[in-house]
């Protein structure tokens, strides 16, 4: 049950990945159109949760956003292209950068915050 606010945390970022694509490129917002461009990445973050939790990881530390990061790039981009949507690379070298700062950073923050206050203590 601990994992489950870092995975919640996870998939918001994921759907806010999505939202902020298809803006930058003027396409609707409208829930479809969201759910059209995230699912791929947002089906790969479960599994990526899934082989977290196999590894009995909190979610909290780089492991989980390494797993994470790198399961949600690599298997949404496979669905992305199984479903026919394309995968150029300008599109993965931003996707894989945002996705990348997304997953570790809030851990970063949340571990600075932490660190802080425990010092304060």
Known sequence: ??????????LILVIGFAVIGRASHSEGLSLVG?????????????????????LDDSGYGPRAALVIWLVTVLAGMGLRISAGA???LPFVMVATAILFSAFFGWRLVARLIRDRSGATT
């Open 1 to 10: 049950m601990v994992r489950i606010l870092p995975a919640i945390i996870d």
């Open 34 to 54: 969201i759910a059209q461009t995230g699912w791929p990445f947002f089906a790969a973050c479960i599994v990526g949760w899934i082989v977290v939790s196999l």
């Open 86 to 88: 394309t995968a150029e």
